[in-house]
């Protein structure tokens, strides 16, 4: 019996890593987060979020809003329109890759 290709297509590169993938969860649920709570959301570096966040702001997926309080600065991140579709368009992708996992798994 022959299968159908598994189509990966659809999952959006600047989405798929764990850590951008986790940025843009944390901003979907959480609304706006300064880059001191993600990056302890998140467990990271400064480095490895500062380089995450600049390849979703590229893709035009996050927006950044820079201000300082007091003497310090302080970076909130957003979720534009486009990132919520990219995410949104990910996790359906991701959703219909397990149910054709799971499909096959009842099968055996």
């Not at 880059?35 to 302890?40: D, E, G, M, N, Q």
């Not at 480095?47 to 390849?55: C, E, F, S, T």
């Given at each position: 019996m022959s299968r159908p290709p598994i189509d990966f297509n659809g999952l959006d590169t600047a989405v798929h890593g764990p850590v951008r993938l986790g940025m843009l969860t944390a901003l979907q649920i959480e609304g706006q987060l300064d880059?001191?709570?993600?990056?302890?959301r998140l467990g990271v570096t400064d480095?490895?979020?500062?380089?995450?966040?600049?390849?979703?702001a590229e893709a035009g997926y996050i927006r950044s809003e820079k201000a300082f309080v007091g003497r310090r600065p302080?970076?909130?991140?957003?979720l534009t329109d486009a990132?919520?579709?990219a995410f949104m368009g990910y996790l359906d992708t991701m959703r219909k890759l397990l149910d054709a996992v799971e499909s096959e798994r009842h099968r055996t």
């Open positions: 880059f001191t709570t993600l990056k302890k480095g490895v979020l500062g380089l995450h966040a600049q390849k979703l302080k970076t909130t991140y957003h990132g919520r579709r």
